[in-house]
């Protein structure tokens, strides 16, 4: 994770440069922004990981009725 390399002083300045570009009051409209797009990807992921799952076991249904 890309967080992991950056200090404490880093960190900082870019929180400072972050409140400084939008002002406190937009931070939190962001972040509820932020969490509602990571919840669709999170979302579209399951969707995608069911969709392949179910067309793995019906692939595998079919081989069985063939045998």
């Known amino acids: 994770m890309i967080l ?3 200090g404490a002083t880093e960190i900082g300045l870019i ?3 972050v409140l400084i570009l939008f002002g406190g009051k ?3 409209e962001l972040m509820k922004g932020l ?3 990571v919840k669709e990807y ?3 992921v ?3 990981e069911d969709e392949i799952k179910s067309a793995t076991s019906n692939d595998e249904a079919k081989k069985d009725d063939k045998a």
């Open 4 to 6: 992991l390399n950056l």
């Open 15 to 17: 929180v400072l440069v």
């Open 26 to 28: 937009k931070i939190p």
């Open 35 to 37: 969490g509602k797009g």
């Open 42 to 44: 999170k979302n579209a």
């Open 46 to 48: 399951n969707s995608v």
